[in-house]
């Protein structure tokens, strides 16, 4: 059983769910090496790469198997609206404080309860859950005969549990015991730079950093196969772009055109990465307007790629991302 302090998060009528699916080619996907491991204090999750490079963990939601994205851009967890009924998902209540329904980048999605919702000891029961579509990732899945993703956890569960989400190891280790004290186990910060992580009111989180000198903000998102820049501010920097014949989706919006950029220095705190390709998107409905005004705006997402090359560890715990 785990109490959830972070309650207040349901009651939000407008949420960013950034998890874009990018259409390409993948690696295969990687089947865990290790069964997860369990302490009295922690759990340690081993997570499965797709070839959409979604980091995938096994969970339990009304004693049936699921598998979910681990995407750091939701803000609450959810379930595939497809897969409702097998779950035995059951409405709102009536008398309920909760919202039946919930805006997801300008479209609403339905609130539904898992009675039991199960990661490895963790535990939670009458757990609120948005149901969404997930459109192109579940047809993409399909169409290379690979495990489709059931939902995703946001979040709602990532910092209650003060979550560490090792991307190259590709291993979740969610704290279970919230009175104990201590980092945990097994993860080693050595020869990695720590950046610390802004997490907004609606619970996004951004680190600092710069494109070609010009300062900025990427919002952390495992949930996008790869970086992504806003389309706007890539002009603005009037950095040359070539097409592709690839596009882009998120929860409730449609495909969008994807372009390559070069970059010269892409740096995420004190981290540089040199002559780094990203994509180039509209990420309208994902980064609001008001988020590219000021000394630094956000730019776009740092996705998994990055964050798998460059050894990435997010610690929801201290808020603070360390990348080699």
């Known amino acids: 059983m785990f109490s959830d302090p972070f309650s207040p998060l349901r009651k939000f009528l ?55 994205g681990v995407d750091t851009g939701a803000p609450v967890s959810a379930i595939a609206v497809h897969r409702r009924e097998y779950f035995r998902l059951t409405p709102i ?50 169409s290379r005969h690979e495990q489709e993703i059931d939902g995703i956890i946001g979040a709602d569960v990532l910092f209650p549990t003060k979550a560490v989400l090792d991307c190259e190891r590709q291993l979740l280790i969610l704290k279970i015991d919230q009175n104990s004290t ?33 300062p900025a903000r990427l919002m952390v998102d495992t949930g996008s196969f790869a970086t992504l820049l806003h389309r706007s501010f890539v002009r603005r920097m009037r950095i040359p772009t070539r097409d592709t014949p690839f596009s882009s989706s998120a929860v ?15 740096s995420v705190g004190s981290v540089d990465i040199v002559g ?20 630094r705006p956000v730019a776009g997402l740092l996705g998994a790629e990055i964050l798998k090359r460059h050894h990435g560890i997010i610690d929801f715990g201290t808020r603070t991302l360390y990348l080699k």
């Open 14 to 68: 407008s949420i960013l769910c950034a998890g874009a699916a990018l259409v390409a080619e993948l690696p295969a996907a990687q089947q865990p090496a290790a069964a997860a491991r369990t302490t009295l204090r922690f759990e340690a999750l081993p997570l499965m790469r797709s070839r959409q490079n979604h980091l995938l963990v096994r969970a339990y939601i009304n004693g049936r198997p699921a598998w979910l």
């Open 93 to 142: 209540a009536a008398k309920s404080n909760l919202p039946a329904q919930v805006q997801i980048n300008g479209a609403f999605s339905k609130v539904a309860i898992a009675r039991e919702f199960r990661l490895g000891a963790l535990r939670l029961v009458d757990e609120p859950i948005v149901t969404i579509n997930l459109g192109n990732t579940t047809r993409l899945a399909r």
């Open 182 to 214: 201590g980092s945990a186990p097994g993860i080693d910060h050595r020869g990695l730079r720590a950046v610390p992580i802004q997490v907004s009111d609606g619970f996004n989180l951004y680190v600092n950093g710069s494109v070609n000198g010009e």
């Open 252 to 266: 409730n919006l449609k495909e969008r055109g994807v372009g390559v950029a070069r970059i010269r220095k892409l």
């Open 276 to 295: 780094k390709e990203v994509g180039v998107v509209d990420l309208g409905g994902l980064i609001h307007s008001g988020l590219l005004q000021g000394s």
